[in-house]
């Protein structure tokens, strides 16, 4: 249950931070968002306020932001349709009514469509029951109401493809965006909370019987060279031993404010059919409260998962990695389960790598991902004019069959991995 818990709270915080990016840029593009959903099926609980509808769905497998104009979301009014008008004040439609046939409704007019446009010149033209022609004009915020549905119109500068190309791309880009800004303030909290390691080169523990015992190290010991190299980071001395199995080396440690010079015989240990050193130390890094440091550490923490993860894509595409080292939902959540167990601050740490990992995915130049839209927008912007949109809906279909075929492979990989 505390795996499950744990799951559905980091899952349900990366897409939700990730939908943000996309729906408070939109706002700030003046985009008519129609929902905002976290989780995906089923609706279990629903809210709406303004003109956006919040959901929390069944699965928490995902989320989305649904924008006028990126779908088909608009009812259009064609000829011959019989509709019912309300009428405000100023002599605009507001509300629209389909199907309408109760005339007891007050100050309901019944209209035989002739025209009608609700994006751009916002009028509708008719035939009233006295087989006369008028014309209404619609009110911006005019609502249709379909089988009790009601739907806000959205006037083509309030749809997505409205926007320029610039306030599209942000709106895009705003998600993977937002999944890094988490994982930095993740980091940032860890920095607070559990303080921010010096990696300072002091010995924590010496094993018996191993090289550094039988040179007289001991706990404590602050290593300030090998071999004449200066060591400054516990980064520093790891490397130098790693890279000096079964040589000598002279380590040159601080001691009660003393100095000491001490020679050991550089241990040959294989692992993964490579050879590294070993001299038989461990570590546990100072700790030091600081919230400048914790700045910094943070911002140098997600640089450095960035890289590492497109480093892992790139073995990935040359063929070092094959799909087996991919992970879906099960693979997070047997992970979570094994990391749950060693604390919160290594649960935190693990949250913000997946942040990471999320928008660097979504960065992928790939159709139906955040990438492949923003680079349909690299080429309208190029090119002058967008692509058409049939095209471009095809595509982005094509990949999300394929994203669909891949999320499989991956899943059942993990489910053989984990339970077989």
């Not at 993860?309 to 595409?317: A, K, M, R, T």
């Not at 080429?379 to 999320?407: C, N, S, T, W």
């Amino acid at each position: 249950m505390q795996t499950a818990i744990a799951f559905i709270l980091i899952f349900g915080l990366l897409v939700f931070i990730h939908e943000l990016g996309h729906f408070l840029f939109a706002k700030r593009a003046g985009i008519m968002v129609r929902e905002f959903a976290i989780g995906m099926g089923p609706k279990i609980f629903a809210m709406t306020k303004g003109e956006t509808l919040y959901t929390l769905r069944l699965l928490p497998i995902g989320g989305y932001v649904s924008m006028a104009g990126q779908d088909i979301d608009s009812t259009e009014l064609q000829p011959g349709y019989r509709v019912g008008l309300i009428i405000n004040e100023d002599n605009l439609v507001k509300k629209i009514i389909f199907n309408q046939n109760n005339r007891q409704l007050p100050d309901l007019l019944f209209l035989e469509v002739e025209r009608a446009d609700l994006e751009r010149d916002l009028f509708i033209e008719g035939y009233d029951e006295e087989e006369q022609l008028v014309r209404y004009n619609v009110s911006r915020d005019c609502v249709l109401v379909e089988n009790g549905r009601e739907t806000i119109i959205a006037p083509y500068d309030r749809q997505f493809n409205g926007k320029s190309v610039g306030q599209r791309s942000m709106t895009i880009f705003a998600g993977p965006l937002f999944n890094f800004i988490l994982a930095f303030f993740i980091y940032l909290l860890i920095g607070l909370l559990n303080g921010v390691p010096t990696y300072e080169p002091i010995i924590t523990e010496v094993v018996k019987n191993d090289p550094a015992a039988q040179a007289g190290m001991v706990a404590g010991d602050k290593v300030t060279a090998i071999d004449g190299q200066v060591v400054e980071k516990w980064q520093d001395l790891a490397g130098i031993v790693q890279e000096s199995a079964g040589e000598t080396i002279n380590v040159t440690v601080e001691r009660n404010g003393q100095t000491e010079n001490l020679t050991m015989l550089v241990k040959e240990v294989t692992l993964e059919g490579e050879e590294y050193g070993q001299i038989g130390v461990l570590y546990e890094s100072p700790r030091e409260f600081n919230p400048l440091k914790a700045i910094v550490y943070s911002g140098q923490n997600v640089y450095d998962m960035t890289i590492r993860i497109f480093e892992l894509l790139g073995q990935l595409v040359t063929g070092q990695l094959t799909i087996d080292a991919l992970s879906g939902p099960v693979g997070i959540y047997k992970t979570t389960e094994e990391v749950a167990q060693h604390g919160i601050f290594v649960l935190m740490n693990f949250a913000a790598m997946l942040s990471i990992n999320l928008g660097i995915m979504n960065l992928l130049p790939l159709p139906a991902l955040d990438g492949g839209r923003l680079l349909f927008f690299g080429y309208e912007a190029v090119r002058g004019r967008p692509i058409d949109r049939q095209k471009e809906g095809m595509i982005h279909f094509v990949g999300i069959v394929l994203l669909m075929i891949l999320m499989v492979v991956v899943t059942w990989n993990d489910i053989q991995r984990f339970f077989f």
